[in-house]
């Protein structure tokens, strides 16, 4: 637990629901008859790239930024983000008319970094490789009493993005199916949390896995361990936004008690899937939404006969990597069967 | 009227609606912020690039063939269309055991080509500008018996595409909004005219508009004439959807009473509308199913204070020609105020 804050309840979910109702999008989950037969199984992809700010960030930032006291919001608010936590707190803190200093990375992808500073956000550059958000982000916050809006490790954070499950879980129950599998995209751990401790109240039985970039997987790691462990010193990968370190303190516990695993793609198989989702969802997935896909089109995860739920969890690139993804794009295959 | 055949009425939607409720998907009206601030109104998008096979072409296409009997399914169906409706077709003849021969011109997109042929359709290839499909599909009938499925030109053809308006209309209704003006993508006119069909007997006063490409404004002619006219002689476009020479038969009497009247954009705002898209909706669009959304975003359309609803009818497109649209792309802007 983080400054004496427990971790949340479904309970915490269904009030973040009613919280987003009139705000967010309700993303659709879509049939994806392409994948079908690609897996020998039945796939329906969660749409999150359609949801406000273009990924899912924005339930856990409107969820926790709402909440705060008139004096509070007067103080304005400070996050770092590489990207979507960003794009996500600028939009609800101008949706709120909540004063927005966010601390980003000098290589994050410009698309972002431009749709930040649109929202009317300051953004205050650093060096990824060499400096420390969150020293940077904790000075501000010592300066101008703002409140941070951490990315993943607050419990009204991981409730917001628990609405992406209690969604999948709605609209399965709706169409009288159960998922079997749900893959969902992991970096510090906020969505997938959210995501099973919506659907396992729902359907207990079902897998839930998180899915990392190669050299990232430091919840895949963790989950085998038993602990919190590290990323890879030294990597690097296309899907910016999944590059957290370690998972959270608080995502981790939840994770670890109710995930079955965790996998993990290379940059390569990133790119195929933003492909096909470009050819056969009509999506446009960013790298690390894509991480989901791409592992289930990997063939890593075994899905003949199975109901599996895809999370693609946001769909902000620039245009040259978009491109660059569909250039040679070989449809992905199943390694054998 | 066609073969004897009357024009649909708004129960012959509920019909098809009823029909395709198992089958196609509902596709999402999203919010757009980006838009709205664009053109001082409020806008929807109808994202029918998310139905099944990529484009709106899918509900017609089901709604006509699952009504053959078992004899005429046997003897299988026969289509010619540039891309959209063959795919539809094709997928549809898959989806219920009818053999399916489907005539394409050679210039069709490769990705159209391709994912038909994919559905198991026979592709009979002809030239665009020196041959008849018209010609080469009544051969085709004549030889086999084939029940013909007309792209536009066809009671349950239209009906079927009404179902988006008439998801419109619900959606809307659900949220206690009620549209101004809505803007269809139009090339023989059945989504245009199914849609104002539908959205017409819920909103009376909303003013449905067609969007075709410059050149090919046949439907927005033939409105203020008052009679069917044809397209440019030697026209060019990327739209490759929305090729038609002359409204329908069937078509241009529900909608010479239905719409308020026509607009067409040049290419280069279908591509600035593919990027917006690509950029702020996270949907893929292709040239034709942007053509709406690029009469907004051009500020020909008097939106302002307006509640706008916008079709992006498709998204069937190379990812050459997609990466060219994103490659300058400025933002689209109105050219005063």
Redesign the interface.
């Known amino acids: 637990m983080k400054d004496g804050l427990g971790p949340p309840a479904y309970a915490d979910i269904l009030d973040a629901s009613k919280r987003l109702s009139r705000v967010a999008?309700r993303?659709?989950l879509?049939?994806c008859?392409a994948a079908d037969v690609i897996c020998h199984g039945r796939v329906l992809v969660k749409?999150e790239?359609?949801q406000?700010t273009?990924s899912f960030k924005f339930r856990g930032a409107y969820n926790l930024i709402s909440r705060l006291s008139g004096e509070d919001r007067a103080r304005g608010v400070v996050a770092y983000s590489s990207g979507n936590h960003a794009q996500a707190v600028a939009a609800v803190a101008e949706l709120l008319g909540v004063p927005a200093t966010i601390v980003m990375p000098g290589d994050a992808p410009r698309?972002k970094i431009e749709a930040t500073r649109g929202y009317g956000a300051e953004v205050v550059l650093y060096d990824r490789y060499g400096e420390s958000r969150e020293a940077i982000a904790a000075a501000l916050v010592a300066e101008s009493g703002a409140t941070l809006v951490p990315p993943f490790d607050h419990p009204m954070i991981i409730a917001g993005q628990g609405t992406v499950g209690l969604e999948i879980g709605e609209e399965m129950t709706t169409r009288d199916m159960a998922p079997d599998i749900v893959l969902v995209p992991c970096s510090g751990g906020g969505l997938v949390a959210g995501t099973a401790l919506a659907v396992k109240h729902r359907f207990p039985a079902a897998a839930i896995h998180s899915v990392e970039p190669d050299g990232f997987d430091d919840t895949a790691r963790s989950l085998r361990a038993g602990t919190r462990q590290q990323a890879d010193r030294g990597a690097r990968s296309i899907c910016d936004a999944l590059l957290a370190p370690t998972p959270g303190e608080l995502t981790f516990p939840i994770n670890r008690s109710l995930l079955a695993g965790g996998f993990s793609v290379s940059d390569e198989m990133a790119r195929a899937a933003m492909?096909f989702a470009?050819?056969h969802?009509?999506?446009?997935?960013e790298p690390g939404g894509a991480v989901a896909l791409a592992a289930l089109l990997s063939g890593k995860v075994g899905c003949a006969g199975k109901t599996v739920v895809v999370v693609c969890s946001g769909?902000n690139v620039d245009?040259d990597v978009?491109?660059a993804a569909?250039?040679p794009?070989p449809e992905p295959r199943l390694a054998s069967g």
Do not use: D, Q
Not at 281 to 285: F, H
């Open positions: 999008a993303t659709p879509l049939a008859p749409a790239v359609l406000r273009g698309l492909a470009f050819r969802l009509k999506l446009v997935v769909g245009p978009f491109s569909l250039a794009a």
